[in-house]
Each structure stands twice: as C-alpha cells, then as structure tokens.
Nanobody, 117 residues
Framework: QVRVMESGGGLVQPGESTTLSCAVS????????MTWYRQTPGNQREAVAV???????HYLDSVKGRFTISIDNAKNAVLLQMDNLKPEDTAVYYC???????????WGQGIQVTVSP
C-alpha cells in the first residue's frame, strides 16, 4: 500500500505564492504519472498539473505560467509551486500517483488552499 500525503496550503493573499508538497511512500521513479487535482464544492475534481517520472509536465490552461509541478527526488515528493494566486484557485488540492503495473493509483487526503484578502 502506497501512502500519499499532501502538506502546505492554507490561507494565501491574492498575488502571493505557496508550495504544496506531496510525500509518497512508494517509488516515484516507477510511477507512470503524478498529478495534482483540485476540487471546489459542487464541482468535479479537475487535473491542474501532471508530471511523468521522466519529467514531462502538462498544465490546466488557467494555471499555465503560474503553477509549476516538479519532482523532489531527495524527499521522494511531488511539488506544486503556485505563483500569482487568484481567488479562483481556492479549492481542496489532491495529489494522485498512478502506477502502470496493476494499474494502481493512490490519492492523498486533500489539502485546502484559500486565496483571499
């Protein structure tokens, strides 16, 4: 069983930055993809940023140029650097890791990010 745990987030003012971290107990190098999702009340969960174990990254259009996903190999974690935050970025953010064998995927418990003056 792979454990996934998000940290960071909280209350941030518009225009400011914060970084979310997703610590993974399993191997990141053997994963197919690692994805940050977000969800607001009444809406479906949407993929914000995805990165492959090879480092190829893709972003939701509304966060391109503001968010950066990366892998911290030393900490076996996936990071989401969020810059120039907007109120519409307010959501619960979830980390997902997907392994090709199985296939299997694992979710974190989610972490709240609130962007407000």
């Amino acid at each position: 069983q792979v454990r996934v745990m998000e940290s960071g987030g909280g209350l941030v003012q518009p225009g400011e930055s914060t970084t979310l971290s997703c610590a993974v107990s399993g191997s990141i190098s053997s994963a197919h993809t690692m994805t940050w999702y977000r969800q607001t009340p009444g809406n479906q969960r949407e993929a914000v940023a995805v990165i492959t174990s090879g480092g190829s990254a893709h972003y939701l259009d509304s966060v391109k140029g503001r968010f950066t996903i990366s892998i911290d190999n030393a900490k076996n974690a996936v990071l989401l650097q969020m810059d120039n935050l907007k109120p519409e970025d307010t959501a619960v953010y979830y980390c997902n890791i997907h392994y090709p064998i199985g296939p299997q995927q694992y979710w974190g418990q989610g972490i709240q990010v609130t962007v407000s003056p």
